[in-house]
């Protein structure tokens, strides 16, 4: 008997067979199906953080063509998780996921080939599956297995009837075609968010090293500005002798000159060059190379130069919580 024409809601004609051969209504045998190690399977599946985002028009461009390939009014990108298939692109059905016993695809994406159910209604598995008995009424099912790279099934490309029916040998293998097209874009969607991440991660690194090196920059300063009343007074930090605090203010004192200028010794700290100068009191910093001697509990500095006579040494305090530190900075013989 000649194939008769049925009219879609769509608009379309597709080319039905008035009887499926009885022979031909059996899907594969559950033993045929491959064995997989589900908890492999699902590491891999989440690998392509794919789960739960958004439609991507490529994706649905793919099941748009199995549809109209295989002359069926649905057709879906169906990915398995531990208790659900969930829905990449779905053309011809409007809801994102069903639970996983329900899914003829857990079957399909374990088979080696293209997996077809000609009638589910004659299937003793399917025949009294919800999505068989009630909306969407599925009577033919084919479904081309996701394989990952390392040949994990993470789900089907699949063309979704509701008349039973038999695709072409040409059909199978556009289906075929089209699921490998599923997993090449798969595989570029997860370079992608792996070049995202390195690119994030390389930012991060970049970002740190700036900083490290600004750091390091403000630390290596030979030179720092000092404000005076309404100008700004440069001091060389070679010159520097000691600093000392007093309340709001802070003095510098120099080879030279004493300078006042207002704010902590904390932030003074920060703009002074770390490997030459060390705090040896609360009230206190001194440049090292300055230090002439320790006695006791206090640091001589090299003095200043009073016209043609000697120098005049400096004697700066050193606090009993600082004494370790500054003498783990000297060079001790």
């Not at 690998?47 to 793919?62: A, H, M, N, P, R």
């Not at 199978?172 to 997993?183: E, F, K, N």
């Given at each position: 008997m000649p194939p008769c024409l049925l009219d879609l809601p769509t608009g379309r004609n597709r080319i039905l067979p008035t009887a499926v051969n009885p022979s031909l209504n059996a899907t594969p045998p559950d033993d045929t199906l491959r064995q997989v190690n589900e908890a492999d399977r699902l590491e891999t599946l989440h690998?392509?953080?794919?789960?739960?985002?958004?439609?991507?028009?490529?994706?649905?461009?793919?099941a748009q063509l199995s549809a109209f390939i295989c002359g069926?009014?649905?057709s879906l990108v169906s990915l398995i998780d531990d208790s659900r298939q969930w829905f990449k692109a779905h053309v011809g059905l409007q809801t994102q996921q069903t639970p996983r016993e329900h899914a003829?695809?857990?079957?399909?994406?374990?088979?080696?080939?293209?997996?077809?159910v000609y009638d589910a209604t004659a299937d003793a598995r399917f025949a009294n599956n919800p999505l068989v008995t009630s909306d969407p009424n599925i009577r033919f099912y084919a479904g081309a297995p996701l394989l990952s790279p390392e040949g994990q099934p993470l789900g089907t490309l699949c063309a979704i009837d509701t008349v039973p029916r038999v695709l072409t040998a040409d059909q199978?293998?556009?289906?075929?075609?089209?699921?490998?097209?599923?997993?090449a874009q798969l595989e570029l969607r997860r370079v992608r968010l792996q070049l995202e991440d390195e690119r994030q991660?390389?930012?991060g690194v970049l970002r740190m090293a700036n900083h490290t090196g600004d750091s390091l920059y403000a630390n290596n300063r030979t030179e720092i500005f000092v404000k005076q009343d309404q100008r700004l007074v440069r001091v060389l930090t070679a010159d520097?002798?000691?600093?000392?605090?007093?309340?709001?203010?802070?003095?510098?004192?120099?080879?030279?000159?004493?300078?006042?200028?207002?704010?902590?010794?904390?932030?003074?700290?920060t703009k002074l060059p770390v490997r030459d100068f060390a705090r040896i009191h609360r009230k206190y910093i001194v440049r090292l190379d300055?230090?002439?001697?320790?006695?006791?509990?206090?640091?001589?500095?090299?003095?200043?130069?009073?016209?043609?006579?000697?120098r005049t040494p400096v004697r700066v305090?050193?606090?009993?919580?600082?004494?370790?530190g500054l003498l783990a900075r000297l060079n001790l013989v």
């Open positions: 690998s392509y953080q794919v789960l739960d985002t958004g439609q991507e028009q490529v994706f649905t461009d793919i069926t009014p649905i003829f695809c857990q079957y399909a994406m374990r088979a080696s080939d293209v997996y077809e199978r293998d556009a289906l075929r075609i089209l699921a490998r097209q599923v997993m991660k390389l930012e520097l002798q000691y600093i000392e605090a007093l309340g709001d203010y802070v003095n510098l004192h120099t080879t030279r000159e004493r300078l006042t200028m207002y704010g902590t010794m904390k932030d003074l700290e300055r230090i002439v001697s320790i006695e006791a509990d206090a640091a001589l500095l090299d003095g200043v130069r009073d016209g043609s006579g000697p305090p050193i606090g009993s919580s600082y004494k370790a």
